[in-house]
């Protein structure tokens, strides 16, 4: 099962990946954390992206689907992946279709996470007093304001990525704004379809 979560900023997909990880057993690939693995690591592709961020530089997308192609070569991907938060441009999805066609492999399913962005503000602020309430600290991107920008950021390098899976009927949509068991329900329901 490989997939691929779409969604803003806030719509939930990192707790939804959680529990497709724990249901299903296959690894959630963050794009930052792999690229810190494979820095840490010194890989080829780690060197070169080391090399980058010790400029000051922002990684490639030519290093970034490196060190993808890399991570889904370990044993743990061999069953499948979710990939959360990548691809986040057009160029982006259209180099890992190229990477997974050479490796003989294609994406199963892309979920997007529908939300009402206006209400998504009021979540992102009551998940912010929730984890200052239970004493635990809060996220930066919590912030209203940082919140706020990586939406825009979203809408504007990121919402085209769904509509050219769409067209390749790979998209299936679930209404992110339903309480989290009744989402994990709808993928769950989704991904048996698949």
Do not use: C, W
């Not at 840490?40 to 970034?64: F, H, N, Q, R, Y």
């Not at 992110?176 to 329901?189: L, Y």
């Amino acid at each position: 099962m490989r997939l691929i979560f779409l969604g803003p900023p806030g719509a939930g997909k990192g707790t939804q990946a959680t529990r497709i990880v724990a249901k299903h057993g296959i690894p959630q690939l963050s794009t930052g954390d792999m690229l810190r693995a494979a820095v840490a690591a010194g890989t080829p592709i780690g060197v070169k992206a080391k090399a980058v961020m010790d400029a000051g530089g922002l990684v490639s997308d030519e290093i970034v689907i490196g060190i993808v192609a890399d991570r889904i070569e370990e044993p743990d991907a061999k069953k499948g992946f979710i990939l959360d938060g990548f691809p986040r441009t057009l160029a982006q999805a259209e180099a890992l279709d190229k990477m997974l066609a050479s490796k003989g492999l294609k994406l199963d399913t892309v979920l997007e996470l529908k939300v009402d962005q206006a209400k998504l503000v009021d979540r992102i602020i009551k998940r912010a007093e929730e984890a200052r309430a239970a004493g635990q600290p809060v996220r930066k991107d919590d912030d209203p304001e940082v919140f706020k920008t990586r939406l825009e950021a979203y809408n504007r390098d990121t919402a085209v990525v769904a509509p050219y899976y769409a067209a390749r009927g790979q998209v299936i949509d679930i209404d992110g704004m339903q309480p989290i068991d009744v989402v994990t329900a709808a993928i769950e329901k989704a991904l048996a379809g698949h």
